[in-house]
């Protein structure tokens, strides 16, 4: 079973892709530097699950969700 930060994790990851598709991660870099910049660690620690879980799902997942915009 996810835990609350995990599940938004990759709720977030999954509006990502289908909002920006290949650029997903481009913008979750972008909030994580958001978050450091106003020192909200714990935030930031999330944007850097997000990425992960964009890392993880690799480049075929971002090109297929871009596609089916």
Known sequence: MLDDDERRARQEAHWLVKEFGAE?????????????????????AR??????????????????SAAAK
Do not use: H, T
Not at 24 to 44: S, T, V
């Open 47 to 64: 944007w850097k699950r997000v990425l992960e879980i964009l890392a993880d799902s690799g480049p075929a997942n971002l090109n297929r």
């Open 24 to 44: 997903a991660p481009l913008y979750a870099a972008m909030k994580a530097e958001k978050a450091i910049e106003q020192k909200d660690f714990g935030r930031c």
